[in-house]
């Protein structure tokens, strides 16, 4: 892996730990974070994470409640910026862009919450900005939803939909061993 790819987490908050979301996958997906991290941290490589601040009244993002909050253990470090977004792309609303952009960063890592939602829009976003984006399956997860006629689609589904909409054209998709093994 040449470097300095930035490792972007995207939504690692402790509002994705709600039960309301109902059934995920990727039950490892918190310790591939922890090791990319520890990895990237290890190298001195740079670490950049995006939160998101809902506006709606009843998300559990939403600044103010607990769920704002990063998950334990993957917080950042004071020197890690932290990039805050109101909308699932991590470009739209932010200077994420331009920040890599004048920092010299045009490979990106990415892992995080939701596959679906979140990462996928801000992989395509960075995709389409000509970023060079790996996208690390098994850092990432997401939950079981009905498609557009109402069949029920469980998370795993959901999940490698969301990763063969994006693999070739917006990123390569890979796993952690391929990163750090």
Not at 49 to 71: E, I, K, L, N, W
Not at 140 to 167: I, Q, Y
Request: aromatic share 8%; net charge negative.
């Amino acid at each position: 892996m040449p470097d300095p790819a930035v490792l972007l987490l995207i939504d690692l908050q402790r509002a994705i730990d709600h039960p309301d979301w109902g059934v995920r996958n990727n039950p490892k997906a918190e310790a591939n974070v922890s090791a990319l991290l520890a990895h990237w941290r290890g190298k001195g490589w740079p670490v950049w994470h995006v939160r998101h601040d809902s506006t709606q009244a009843g998300s559990h993002y939403r600044p103010g409640q607990p769920g704002h909050d990063f998950r334990a253990g993957q917080e950042p470090l004071p020197d890690e910026p932290v990039f805050a977004k109101q909308v699932n792309s991590a470009f739209i609303g932010t200077d994420l862009e331009a920040s890599l952009r004048a920092a010299g960063h045009d490979r990106l890592v990415i892992a995080g919450v939701i596959t679906n939602n979140s990462v996928e829009a801000s992989v395509r976003h960075a995709g389409n900005l000509d970023f060079d984006v790996l996208l690390v399956e098994d850092a990432c997860f997401t939950f079981g939803k009905a498609d557009w006629s109402g069949a029920p689609r469980s998370a795993d589904e959901v999940h490698a939909m969301s990763l063969a909409n994006l693999d070739g054209e917006y990123c390569r998709v890979v796993r952690t061993a391929d990163l750090i093994g």
